[in-house]
């Protein structure tokens, strides 16, 4: 009997770990690099911003209805199997496993560390050190339980949502420099280079955006699915909207618009000067905490990707059974931890991220194209959530990350060819792992059991 994972998740929870996937040190740094692009004006990078926050609206959107109505453990490859066939489901996971989410939590936790040696000095071994115990801590906690791993990600991210906000309210009632904000609100005259600007700006936004695709990944724990997936994914996005806007406006009352484009650590400068010194180390406290937030909970959704893909055949069967005590997926934790130290230690994890983000977002499309076929195949299956605006929302998110892949492909032709080629490289691995499945059917009694894991 194929083991199933307990819905456990509430709705706050999944609002939760939608906010959290996100945020990680990107909303701390990002807005200097965005307003940089759009060549000091606050009013496109203010725009750029809301657009990243409606992109993900709406791919949230699309995605809910999708959760809603098959909430199982996988996501976005469960979506792009069911639609597309099984290899661009697996080169999704493949992806994912051997660079995305492991490479992401390599960099969450070795940045995480980095962040620690400015409260607390390290040397660079020391912070190696660290980077891989926060690795195992995220990897028990997950391995003990759903519940203690969303309660470790319910905390955390009261905590970086809160400094947030504390910051942000700070700022504002501190700062004087949104006077000068208004004078750089809009260009004088619009060209094709800042046009071109503020596309790139949006490359940037949608990197401190990303992650929330992720938490797809959890359908098959969510209570009440049909109810809460598209409500949760809703209030997680709007939320994320809220913080990064307020963080940018407070940057700028703090700054003004000069400075905060010339800053490379904008929150802390802002923090720095409006309440002094010691301001640098509360920053820097709760960029680390947002780090291994992030880190725990790209660690709880994506492993339901390697659980789906193991079910299927397609990955390591180890990987598909549920630790008997726990019922957590705690061999897909395993080897997702072991593998994400193999990167930290290698020093390979910045290069492959580079080369193979952008390719994430091809699949973000297929996955939300699969609404289409989900539609064509059941038109008369109840739904108690529509995305709103259908077929036209599905079709610019789709258009978007269309135009966010062939822009990439044509500024970066080189890298994004690599990328391309550690994605393919997957293909003869599928046919493989197809075969070998094909012989252990062969050879597998009727009515067989799968082995369980000894607790």
């Known amino acids: 009997m194929t083991q199933q994972l307990s819905r456990t998740l509430s709705l706050r929870d999944l609002i939760v770990l939608v906010i959290g996937t996100v945020i990680g040190s990107g909303i701390f740094i990002v807005p200097a690099v965005v307003l940089r692009q759009t060549q000091g004006s606050v009013g496109l990078a203010m725009f750029a911003w809301m657009l990243g926050g409606m992109l993900a609206f709406i791919g949230a959107m699309t995605y809910g209805e999708i959760g809603a109505k098959h909430p199982e453990a996988g996501g976005i490859y469960v979506y792009i199997r069911d639609a597309f066939g099984k290899l661009p489901a697996f080169l999704y996971g493949w992806t994912l496993f051997f660079v995305m989410s492991n490479g992401a939590i390599a960099v969450l936790s070795i940045a995480s560390a980095s962040y620690m040696s400015q409260v607390i000095p390290l040397s660079r071994p020391a912070m190696l050190i660290v980077a891989l115990f926060m690795i195992l801590i995220v990897a028990v906690v997950n391995i003990l339980g759903t519940r203690k791993s969303i309660g470790l990600q319910n905390w955390t991210t009261a905590v970086k949502a809160g400094a947030i906000v504390l910051m942000g309210a700070a700022l504002l009632l501190l700062g004087d420099g949104l006077g000068a904000t208004r004078l750089a609100l809009w260009p004088d005259a619009f060209s094709m280079s800042l046009l071109s600007g503020v596309g790139v700006a949006l490359i940037s936004v949608l990197w401190a955006y990303e992650g929330w695709q992720y938490v797809t990944s959890a ?185 966010f892949v062939g822009n990439t492909i044509i500024s970066q032709p080189r890298q994004s060819l690599l990328g391309l080629l550690v994605v393919l490289v997957g293909t003869p691995v599928f046919f493989l792992w197809q075969a070998r499945t094909r012989r252990q059917q062969i050879v597998t009694p009727p009515g067989a059991q799968p082995k369980t894991l000894a607790p």
Request: proline share 5%.
């Open 219 to 403: 359908a098959g724990e969510v209570i009440d699915p049909q109810r809460n997936f598209a409500r949760g994914f809703a209030w997680g996005a709007a939320a994320l909207t809220f913080l990064y806007l307020l963080a940018n406006l407070a940057y700028l009352a703090a700054l003004g618009p000069q400075q905060v484009a010339q800053s490379d650590r904008v929150a802390a400068e802002a923090v720095g000067r409006m309440v002094g010194p010691l301001a640098g180390k509360f920053i820097a406290v709760a960029i680390m905490i947002s780090m291994f937030s992030a880190a725990n909970a790209v660690m709880l959704t994506t492993t339901r990707v390697f659980f789906a893909m193991a079910r299927d055949g397609v990955f390591f069967r180890k990987l598909a059974e549920l630790h008997p005590r726990f019922g957590t997926p705690a061999y897909a934790v395993i080897f997702s931890a072991v593998w994400a130290v193999v990167l930290l230690i290698s020093g390979t994890f910045e290069q492959l991220l580079t080369y193979v983000v952008f390719t994430g977002w091809i699949f973000y499309a297929l996955a939300a194209a699969s609404i289409f076929i989900y539609r064509r195949r059941e038109p008369e299956a109840s739904r108690l959530f529509r995305v709103p605006g259908y077929p036209w929302t599905p079709l610019l998110f789709i258009t978007v990350a269309a135009v």
